[in-house]
């Protein structure tokens, strides 16, 4: 039983597309959603995350929207660049140290 | 930015051996968490422990035992290795509820 889920494992779009990146979840309590970033070789970093009481956040070219009521939400990457070619994961929390990750996505932006 | 880092980079030991991986954060964060990585599982949390002589059991302990000596330092010790534990850790530490920093991951193979 996944409480965080990605629906693709994979997603390819071409330099200068938005890329979107969905994420949906099961446990209401969830209030925290950060997305963190996976180059190869490397550990996951903070990307941009977004509290339950928002429904959209915004940082550069990054943005997450909200559903509180349906239970998902997507990370939007506008003006995709070949160096946004990573592994996204979506995770929640519930107020608590512990975050929930998704499976994630990876990413490729094709030049 | 917090510095998380991780020995070794790579271990190959045999089933039934004996394998302890090391983290090291320099940055005083009190939570520190072990987690695996697996293609289809995203991010899984073994143990964690909010400080120096404190442990805690994650969503995948078995098979896993963790130490934390002291603020800077996490173990976590295989010590009967099976292939099922073939996998890439990762170690990470946060001071917050929210941003977990990441080290580089130790890539793990038991034959």
């Known amino acids: 039983q996944q409480q965080v889920r990605q629906s693709s494992q994979s997603l390819t779009v071409w330099e200068g597309e938005t890329a979107i990146l969905n994420c949906s979840y099961e446990?209401?309590?969830?209030?925290?959603f950060p997305w963190y970033q996976q180059f190869p070789g490397e550990g996951p970093a903070l990307l941009i995350a977004?509290?339950?009481?928002?429904d959209k956040k915004e940082d550069g070219r990054f943005t997450i929207f909200f559903n509180k009521r349906e239970k998902n939400l997507s990370l939007h990457i506008k003006d995709s660049q070949p160096g946004d070619s990573a592994t996204y994961f979506c995770a929640a929390s519930s107020g608590s140290w512990q975050l929930i990750f998704g499976s994630g996505t990876q990413l490729t932006v094709m030049p | 930015e917090a510095a998380v880092t991780q020995s070794p980079r790579n271990k190959v030991t045999v089933t039934g051996g004996n394998v302890t991986l090391s983290c090291r954060q320099t940055n005083s964060h009190n939570y520190m968490y072990w987690y695996r990585q697996d293609t289809g599982h995203g991010l899984r949390l073994i143990h964690y422990?909010?400080?120096?002589?404190?442990?805690q059991i994650g969503d995948v302990p078995d098979g896993y035992k963790a130490t934390r000596t002291t603020q800077e330092d996490f173990f976590l010790l295989l010590e009967l290795a099976s292939p099922s534990q073939t996998s890439l850790y990762f170690c990470?530490?946060?001071?917050?509820?929210?941003?977990?920093?990441f080290g580089p991951g130790t890539r793990l193979l038991v034959l």
């Open positions: 446990n209401s309590a969830f209030d925290y």
């Open positions: 977004i509290r339950s009481v928002s």
């Open positions: 422990s909010y400080g120096a002589g404190n442990l």
């Open positions: 990470a530490s946060s001071e917050k509820q929210d941003t977990q920093y």
